[in-house]
């Protein structure tokens, strides 16, 4: 029962505005909580054959800085953000990039295949997910600057 007081807070987040509540529902049904409870690397979880969304908590994308014992914030996502993979699960095809989460992060992990069952049922959910998708490769396209151009990011 825990996972159906998060439909509600669903229904709110631009992934199922506008969305029915049935869909939803069924969405979350076929869905799978994922607690994350460390601050450490919390990509291992990740695979391309499903849609993520965070409930609660927070996730950062962090790049080790080359030579560096430090580490730089690429991009973060929120309660009700859905987050990027690349179609293999990896975090961006890169042994320097992480994911890392806040303390007691709930993530919402959803199959692609009933993800993509239930936007033949909503429109409004395909277009929704047409603007993420819009989202995710404009963020492909800032991190392939980043790494085209990795001086600019040292201010030199």
Do not use: C
């Amino acid at each position: 029962m825990e996972r159906f007081r998060y439909v509600f807070f669903l229904k709110n987040t631009p992934i199922f505005l506008g969305v029915s509540l049935p869909i939803i529902k069924k969405l979350m049904k076929h869905g799978k909580l994922i607690r994350l409870t460390s601050q450490t690397d919390s990509g291992s979880f990740l695979h391309s054959q499903s849609i993520y969304i965070v409930l609660k908590g927070s996730l950062l994308l962090v790049n080790q800085v080359h030579h560096a014992k430090t580490t730089k914030t690429i991009a973060s996502w929120g309660e009700g953000d859905v987050f990027p993979f690349d179609e293999k699960g990896a975090i961006f095809a890169s042994p320097h990039m992480s994911i890392q989460s806040a303390s007691h992060t709930i993530l919402l992990e959803i199959p692609f295949s009933n993800f993509k069952h239930m936007m033949t049922y909503s429109s409004q959910l395909q277009m929704n997910f047409l603007v993420l998708l819009q989202k995710n490769i404009s963020l492909f396209y800032q991190l392939f600057l980043r790494y085209l151009h990795p001086s600019s990011e040292n201010g030199e």
